[in-house]
Nanobody
């Protein structure tokens, strides 16, 4: 079973920057898609950004130009660099991955989430 482990969350002031990391295990399963989502209390989880196995990246409109998703294949780590943070970016951020096994079966995995409060 693949596991995702996020880190890097914490309090940051408006206008500040923060980098989130998500380590995954790809010794058995190959990542097809890696993504970041976020959720605030009482709301549905929403898409933030993703990166496909062949490279293309996608961003939600509300983070374009401020957030950057990247991946270090050698370290099996997904990153989310967040700049120009706003109070409305306050949320619990989740790492998400779609992994493919040797038989081509896809499995979706979620991390446990890391909190990012943007406040003074």
């Amino acid at each position: 079973q693949v596991q995702l482990m996020e880190s890097g969350g914490g309090k940051v002031q408006p206008g500040g920057s923060l980098s989130l990391s998500c380590v995954y295990d790809e010794t058995i399963f190959t990542p097809y898609r890696l993504a970041w989502y976020r959720q605030t209390p009482g709301n549905q989880r929403e898409f933030v950004a993703d990166i496909m196995s062949d490279g293309p990246r996608n961003y939600a409109n509300f983070v374009k130009g401020r957030f950057t998703v990247s991946r270090d294949r050698a370290q099996s780590t997904l990153y989310l660099q967040m700049n120009g943070l706003k109070p409305e970016d306050t949320a619990t951020y989740y790492c998400n991955g779609v992994f493919v096994d040797s038989e081509g079966k896809r499995t979706t995995i979620w991390g446990q989430g890391t909190q990012v409060p943007v406040t003074y």
